[in-house]
C-alpha cells in the first residue's frame, strides 16, 4: 500500500502501509483513518490528494485537501482561512445534494487545517473537452438541464458558487451526472439585492461584470455558466 507523506516539506512515497514516514517521521494517517495515496493537484490555498479511508470495511477513496496558503502576509492568510473554513461549511450545508461532494471530515493536525471530502471518479469539463472536443448544442443543452437544477438549490441555500467553469464541473462515471465541485469561493448572501463590495474573487475567463467589481449576485453564478458553454 502506498503512502504519501503530507509533511510539505517532504511529500516521500512511502511504500509500506506503515504509521509514520520513513523519510521525516511524520504521522501518515488522518485522523487514524485517511491515508493520502497520491499528489492529485496544488493551488493556491493548498495542496489536493486522493485518499482512502481505512476505518470503513470497503475503503472508499476521498480527497484530503490540505490548508497550505502560498501567500505571507497576515491579512492574506487571514483571508485564506476564512475561505478555506467557508467551504467546509458550505460542503456542510450543501453536500446533501447527490451532485455536489459530501464533507466526511474537517479538522487540525500537526498545526494544520485539512478537510475531507467525498471523492467524485470522472473527468472535468475541460479535460473532457481536450479528449473529445466542442461540445455540440444538444451536449449543451444537457449540460444545462443537469446543472440549472443543482444551482437552484445552491442559490435556495442562500449561496453563490463564484467560481463555476469546466475545470469545477466534473462528470460522474457512474451515471454520467455533472458534480459541481471546489466551493472554496463561494458565498452566502442575505438576498439578491445585497449591495455590500466584497472580496473580488473568481476566474477571469467566466467571471460576470458585477462580480468582477466585488458586487457578485445569484445572476453572477449563471453568467459564469452561459461562459462556460460558450467556452465548451
Do not use: W
Not at 477513496?61 to 473554513?85: D, G, H, M, N, W
Not at 469545477?168 to 458565498?187: E, Q, S, T
Amino acid at each position: 500500500m502506498i503512502t504519501q507523506c503530507l509533511n510539505p516539506n517532504c511529500l516521500h512515497i512511502n511504500l509500506t502501509d506503515i504509521k509514520l514516514c520513513e523519510k521525516c517521521g511524520s504521522t501518515l494517517l488522518l485522523m487514524d483513518r485517511y491515508r493520502a495515496v497520491s499528489l492529485l493537484g496544488q493551488g493556491g490555498f493548498g495542496r489536493t490528494f486522493l485518499a482512502i479511508d481505512e476505518l470503513k470495511p470497503s475503503k472508499p477513496r476521498c480527497v484530503i485537501k490540505q490548508f497550505l496558503p502560498e501567500v505571507k502576509s497576515k491579512k492574506a492568510i487571514k483571508k485564506a482561512t476564512e475561505l478555506f473554513e467557508r467551504e467546509a461549511s458550505r460542503l456542510d450545508e450543501l453536500g446533501r445534494h447527490q451532485q455536489i461532494p459530501e464533507l466526511l471530515a474537517f479538522f487540525n493536525q500537526e498545526e494544520r487545517k485539512y478537510l475531507i471530502q467525498e471523492f467524485i471518479d470522472g473527468e472535468d469539463l475541460s479535460k473532457e473537452l481536450e479528449i473529445k472536443g466542442v461540445f455540440n448544442q444538444q451536449k449543451i443543452e444537457e449540460l444545462l438541464n443537469d446543472l440549472l437544477s443543482v444551482l437552484e438549490f445552491v442559490h435556495s441555500n442562500n449561496v453563490i458558487h463564484r467560481d463555476i467553469k469546466p475545470e469545477n464541473i466534473i462528470r460522474r462515471k457512474k451515471d454520467n451526472k455533472l458534480v459541481l465541485v471546489d466551493f472554496g469561493a463561494a458565498k452566502e448572501t442575505i438576498g439578491e439585492n445585497d449591495s455590500a463590495i466584497g472580496t473580488i474573487i473568481g476566474s477571469a475567463a467566466y467571471i460576470a461584470p458585477e462580480q468582477a467589481v466585488g458586487k457578485a449576485k445569484f445572476a453572477s453564478d449563471l453568467y459564469s455558466l452561459g461562459a462556460t458553454c460558450l467556452h465548451l
